[in-house]
């Protein structure tokens, strides 16, 4: 299997991680050293962070997305990027209030003893949904 088709698949798992609300499967998925950087938040670096960051995100809302690939690129034998566009719903948990979630997407993926991983994941907003000041 080439590449692009193995990070795919890395990719639609982490999908499915984010609409099961599931952080083991989402651990699974990144490289001991990942860093998740959401937006309006801190960087979360290496697994404890990542995971705390990760609970603390599906404690606080329920995500059903779905990820659309807009670019992949091979960097390097050992990494390589993707920049998909998420869309779909999100509902917080405290208030039961939801609404429509996109995201333009940044995920960095290493090549780890043969295994494709998230190494740096980032997200904000597209364009349109932004704030402007």
């Avoid at 599906?58 to 995500?63: E, P």
């Avoid at 509902?91 to 991983?117: R, Y």
């Amino acid at each position: 299997m080439q590449t692009k088709k193995r990070v795919a698949a890395v990719l639609a798992k982490y999908q499915d991680a984010l609409n099961q609300s599931d952080t083991d499967a989402v651990m699974k998925l990144y490289a001991s050293d990942g860093v998740f950087m959401p937006q309006h938040s801190p960087s979360s670096i290496g697994t404890d962070a990542v995971r705390k960051a990760y609970e603390a995100v599906f404690k606080t809302i329920k995500l059903t997305v779905k990820f659309n690939v807009a670019e992949v690129l091979e960097m390097a034998p050992n990494w390589c990027s993707r920049a998909p566009i998420s869309a779909g719903k999100v509902k917080v948990h405290t208030t039961g209030e939801g609404g429509p979630e996109a995201n333009q997407e940044l995920f960095v993926f290493q090549k780890i003893d043969g295994t494709w991983k998230i190494a740096r994941y980032c997200f904000l907003p597209p364009p349109t949904h932004r704030a402007h000041n």
